[in-house]
């Protein structure tokens, strides 16, 4: 079973950046991010595909967020510029082991990270 470890959140004030990491122990194909906000239902962030050739974003982070993937260190990147205070949210990598394509249904991901804390402040 492939493990997801993601890293990089934190606080940050409006405007401003960060960049998410999610390291995987094995093999992925398709990995995505997702996120989770209180009281709030799990949205699709982004998604790439196990080529990194094609990507697919959410219209709220389009033109914001850009993810990425290293192969070679079976790890995927979400950078975030421009955060604003909604962004605020509990951020979850996850891995498809049979979908190549850049997924943004949760139910195609069978490993997920835990999650780490991204917090806007106004």
């Known amino acids: 079973q492939v493990q997801l470890v993601e890293s990089g959140g934190g606080l940050v004030q409006a405007g401003g950046s960060l960049r998410l990491s999610c390291a995987a122990s094995?093999?992925?194909?398709?990995m995505g991010w997702f996120r989770q906000a209180p009281g709030k239902e799990r949205e699709f962030v982004a998604a790439?595909?196990?080529?990194?050739?094609?990507?697919n974003y959410a219209d709220s982070v389009k033109g914001r967020f850009t993810i990425s993937r290293d192969n070679a260190k079976n790890t995927v990147y979400l950078q975030m510029n421009s955060l604003r205070p909604e962004d605020t949210a509990v951020y979850s990598c996850a891995a498809s082991l049979s979908y190549r394509t850049a997924n943004r249904e949760a139910w195609k991901y069978d490993t997920w990270g835990q999650g780490t804390q991204v917090t806007v402040s106004s």
């Open positions: 790439i595909s196990w080529t990194g050739t094609t990507t």
């Open positions: 094995g093999r992925t194909l398709t």
